[in-house]
């Protein structure tokens, strides 16, 4: 009796398991990321940087901005300027943090990601006028992700 009691929970705990693993798998499949080129495309500033404060937290929509420290510009570098630039001209404030329309799209203070940006649009002003609005997922810094970026920049 007890060890068949024991081989069916042994049985139903396999069985959550697998279930579990499927549907997170899932769950990851169905953001709709785009390719890395379109993404490209779409974002007028693409820039590597490190991520200071989070600040201006949107309680309706769980949006926010953060202040990051720009180390490279890898797209459009002449596009920021003026009011854009912060804190002597290295830093921006960049918008669009938990946008659910972006699979990737949460930070926390000291990460340091490629962001693929643009200028907010003016009917986003005034509350985002002279950020840059977060276009498609963060990335991570790796070398083949840079190459690959740098790539698709220098082939426009
Ligand atoms: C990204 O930018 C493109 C324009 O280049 C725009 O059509 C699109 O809506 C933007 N996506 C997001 C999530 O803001």
Redesign the pocket.
Known sequence: MGTQRRQTIRHLYGWTILIVAVLSQRCHGTCPEKELQRREE?ANIVLTGTVEEIMNMDPVHNTYSCKVRVWRYLKGKTMVNGEVLLDGGNKVMIGGFG?P??CDNRVSTGDTRIFFV?LAPEYMWPAHKNEL?L??SLMRITLRNLEEVENYVEGM
């Open positions: 779409e946008d329309g972006i643009n609005m276009n498609s």
